[in-house]
Structures are given as C-alpha cells and as structure tokens.
C-alpha cells in the first residue's frame, strides 16, 4: 500500500514542479525541456499506478511506451543543460526513436509479446523481439546521462558545480 503513496508523491511532484520552475523564466529552453521531461514523468508515473489499481494489458505495454518517451525528454533536457544550444536535429533523432517505442509498444507485440499476470510496477510474461533493442536505448541513455553528468559536475565550478551536483544525485536516485 506505501508504494501507491510513493507513486502518487512523484505523480504530484512531477506534474507541479515544472509550473514552479517554467513561470520563474516561461522563455528559458532548459525549462521548456524541463517542463516536458517532468511532465512526461508524471505521466509514467501515472501509468505505473494504474498496473497497480487497475492491472490490463493498456497499462503494462503503456510503461514501456511513455517509459521511451520519458528517455527521450530526459536526453533532450539533459543535451540542453550540458551543452547549452538547442539542435534540433539531435532532438529529432532522440524523440523519432522515443515515439518508434513508444508506438511498437503499445500497438505491436514487438517490444511486449504476451502478458500472463500483472503487478503493480511489472508482470510476467515474454518481451517481443525489439525489446533488446528498447533496453538498448533505454539503459545506453542513462549510463551515458550519468556518466556525462558526473564529468560535468567534476569539471564544473561555482554555482553551476553545485546544479549538477543536484541533477546527478537525482539521476542516480531515478536510475
């Protein structure tokens, strides 16, 4: 029962952190990218919870689906905060990969074959043949998010030292 609160915690932090962070600068790219990631998040987080209060097959592929989507955002702000220009055929690339997931999971049984029994968070059953290659996407992202993160902090001075500070020791909380 504690893991529906946890859930429900991140889902309300989720979804109103960016409004705090977006009206301190509505212009500020890195809090546009922001406002998607975290909303992205919530919205996993979302999907997450209803395994749990109403387990179905919609809610299991769509954790895979919005899990693609929530990579994507999460490169696409990370790029941003780390190299500070917008290129957008770098985002393109990551998000044309996120929504290719994000449909083959939901709409094909590419990336979840068959569903047996679902749990809250998870379920048995077999993954489909893309499925090596969503874990590919999604695992080479975080390591190479962590792993740029730390450099960044490490080589980083100042006040900018201490916000990746911050941002890493999230990401090492979220991975």
């Given at each position: 029962?504690y893991r529906?609160?946890?859930?429900?915690?991140?889902?309300?932090?989720s979804?109103?952190?960016?409004?705090?962070?977006?009206?301190?600068?509505?212009?500020?790219?890195?809090?546009?990218?922001?406002?998607?990631?975290?909303?992205?998040?919530?919205?996993?987080?979302?999907?997450?919870?209803?395994?749990?209060?109403?387990?179905?097959?919609?809610?299991?592929?769509?954790?895979?689906?919005v899990?693609?989507?929530?990579?994507?955002?999460?490169?696409?702000?990370f790029?941003?905060?780390?190299?500070?220009?917008?290129?957008?055929?770098?985002?393109l690339?990551?998000?044309?990969?996120?929504?290719?997931?994000?449909?083959?999971?939901?709409f094909?049984?590419?990336?979840?074959?068959?569903?047996k029994?679902?749990y809250?968070?998870?379920?048995?059953?077999?993954?489909?043949?893309l499925?090596?290659?969503?874990?590919?996407?999604?695992?080479?992202?975080?390591l190479?998010?962590?792993?740029?993160?730390?450099?960044?902090?490490?080589?980083?001075?100042g006040?900018?030292?201490?916000q990746?500070?911050?941002?890493?020791?999230?990401?090492f909380?979220?991975a």
């Amino acid at each position: 029962m504690y893991r529906f609160f946890i859930v429900g915690f991140i889902i309300f932090a989720s979804f109103v952190l960016p409004f705090l962070v977006i009206q301190n600068n509505y212009k500020s790219t890195l809090h546009k990218l922001f406002f998607v990631f975290a909303q992205t998040n919530a919205l996993w987080a979302f999907v997450n919870l209803m395994t749990g209060l109403n387990p179905n097959q919609f809610w299991v592929k769509s954790m895979y689906g919005v899990g693609a989507l929530l990579v994507s955002g999460g490169l696409s702000w990370f790029f941003y905060l780390i190299e500070r220009k917008f290129n957008i055929k770098k985002y393109l690339l990551i998000y044309t990969f996120g929504f290719l997931f994000f449909f083959f999971s939901i709409f094909t049984s590419y990336v979840v074959k068959d569903i047996k029994n679902i749990y809250f968070g998870y379920f048995d059953g077999h993954f489909g043949f893309l499925f090596p290659l969503y874990g590919i996407f999604l695992v080479g992202s975080l390591l190479y998010i962590l792993i740029r993160l730390f450099i960044a902090t490490k080589n980083s001075h100042g006040i900018q030292r201490l916000q990746f500070f911050y941002v890493t020791f999230g990401a090492f909380i979220f991975a």
